[in-house]
T-cell receptor, first 112, second 111 residues
Framework: DVKVTQSSRYLVKRTGEKVFLECVQDMDHENMFWYRQDPGLGLRLIYFSYDVKMKEKGDIPEGYSVSREKKERFSLILESASTNQTSMYLC???????????FGQGTRLTVV | EDQVTQSPEALRLQEGESSSLNCSYTVSGLRGLFWYRQDPGKGPEFLFTLYSAGEEKEKERLKATLTKKESFLHITAPKPEDSATYLCAVQAYTGGFKTIFGAGTRLFVKA
């Protein structure tokens, strides 16, 4: 069974804190993605990576950064958390361009 | 502007009452259309990929179809366990590959 695992299901952080969200996939996929999901807005792409140490900005990268030091691991970093970053964060991976994505279970982040 | 619109936003059905969900898109360079199911508090789970107009895919009570402007997810004789949010995503090539998600249709099936 293919698997994408996110480090936390629920997180509560304070405004201004640095937050790390970790994602690991066991499928040897080159491509990994971070999305946030908000009611009525669908999934919005934050950052993606096509290879180790490579990263590309998505549609809403402001306030976020990423790290991909190993092929299986893709981390999302909130440099200074703000209340408008309260959301559901989803990590995904896929093997090629026109192929389906496999998603993690999501991290529900609340910034207070 | 590339856009994916799903309708209705929410759909309430009685068990056994067949219906369809719609995903309309305006993109150039379609490379694939994907359907996912998402249960509350969980990540989306892949259902189907469609690549060209006229293509159809089936799985249990679900059938996905594709035209040049839209896709339908037909649900035949739904059961309560089919209750979920169904997401449509389109992958397009416009100088680079891009995946655009619709906002989803929340399906409720009552016993």
């Amino acid at each position: 069974d293919v698997k994408v695992t996110q480090s936390s299901r629920y997180l509560v952080k304070r405004t201004g804190e640095k937050v790390f969200l970790e994602c690991v996939q066991d499928m040897d996929h080159e491509n990994m993605f971070w999305y946030r999901q908000d009611p009525g807005l669908g999934l919005r792409l934050i950052y993606f990576s096509y290879d180790v140490k490579m990263k590309e900005k998505g549609d809403i990268p402001e306030g976020y950064s990423v790290s991909r030091e190993k092929k299986e691991r893709f981390s999302l970093i909130l440099e200074s958390a703000s209340t408008n970053q309260t959301s559901m964060y989803l990590c995904a991976s896929r093997t090629g361009v026109a192929t389906e994505a496999f998603f993690g279970q999501g991290t529900r982040l609340t910034v207070v | 502007e590339d856009q994916v619109t799903q309708s209705p936003e929410a759909l309430r059905l009685q068990e056994g009452e067949s219906s369809s969900l719609n995903c309309s898109y305006t993109v150039s360079g379609l490379r694939g259309l994907f359907w996912y199911r998402q249960d509350p508090g969980k990540g989306p789970e892949f259902l189907f990929t469609l690549y060209s107009a006229g293509e159809e895919k089936e799985k249990e009570r679900l059938k996905a179809t594709l035209t040049k402007k839209e896709s339908f997810l037909h649900i035949t004789a739904p059961k309560p366990e089919d209750s979920a949010t169904y997401l449509c995503a389109v992958q397009a090539y416009t100088g680079g590959f891009k995946t655009i998600f619709g906002a989803g249709t929340r399906l409720f099936v009552k016993a």
